[in-house]
């Protein structure tokens, strides 16, 4: 089944303790990318990657870093998270290229991140 | 500058049509996408436009005006299981691949 997989569903965690949360996907999709998605905002977008080895910063990107080292894989890390980093994130991929335009995000079931 | 807007909340009665409606300012344009996302689940896509018209599939059609920067998307014979939030997205015309989104709508079905 084509799928996004996150993970963890949800995490509860403290300032300043560094966390990552996962992502991959089975559908071969060049481009990766994940937003937070806070409430009367929509969804942000925090990093993208359009392939392997190639990621760029979104809207918010300040406190997250990524890394795309295999296609499938693009894990959110968090140095030293904060209470303002409170969020449900969601990752998601999808084609590339010109001819690919049409193709939609898939998203993965979303993390739901605490920190107090 | 870039911006989607789309209203905060509406309240339709089942089996009844409702519109929502979504205006855009974006950094070039590669198409308009719509998305259905349930509390606490993922967005999962309904419709994309590129062209201006109207595109229907099914219950649900979505129409384009790149003039305008609008785009609405129309529900017929609503149903409960509809109630959900629906989020506008411009894929834009840079080559970063980049989708905004809307805040999205939050539609409430009644009985």
């Known amino acids: 089944e084509a799928q996004v997989t996150q993970n963890p569903r949800y995490l509860i965690t403290v300032t300043g303790k560094k966390l990552t949360v996962t992502c991959s996907q089975n559908?071969?999709?060049?481009?990766m990318s994940w937003y937070r998605q806070d409430p009367g905002l929509g969804l942000r977008q925090i990093y993208y990657?359009?392939?392997?080895?190639?990621?760029d910063k979104g809207d918010v990107p300040e406190g997250y870093k990524v890394s795309r080292k295999e296609k499938r894989n693009f894990p959110l890390i968090l140095e030293s998270p904060s209470p303002n980093q409170t969020s449900l994130y969601f990752c998601a991929s999808s084609k590339t290229g010109r001819s690919s335009y049409n193709s939609p995000l898939h998203f993965g079931n979303g993390t739901r991140l605490t920190v107090t | 500058g870039q911006n989607i807007d789309q209203p905060t909340e509406m309240t339709a009665t089942e089996g009844a049509i409702v519109q929502i409606n979504c205006t855009y300012q974006t950094s070039g344009f590669n198409g308009l996408f719509w998305y259905q996302q349930h509390a606490g689940e993922a967005p999962t896509f309904l419709s994309y436009n590129v062209l201006d018209g109207l595109e229907e599939k099914g219950r649900f059609s979505s129409f384009l005006s790149r003039s305008k920067g609008y785009s609405y998307l129309l529900l017929k014979e609503l149903q409960m299981k509809d109630s959900a939030s629906y989020l506008c997205?411009?894929?834009?015309?840079?080559?970063?691949?980049?989708?905004?989104f809307g805040a999205g709508t939050r539609l409430f079905v009644k009985a």
């Open positions: 559908m071969n999709h060049e481009y």
């Open positions: 997205a411009v894929r834009e015309g840079t080559g970063g691949f980049k989708t905004i």
């Open positions: 990657s359009m392939n392997v080895e190639v990621t």
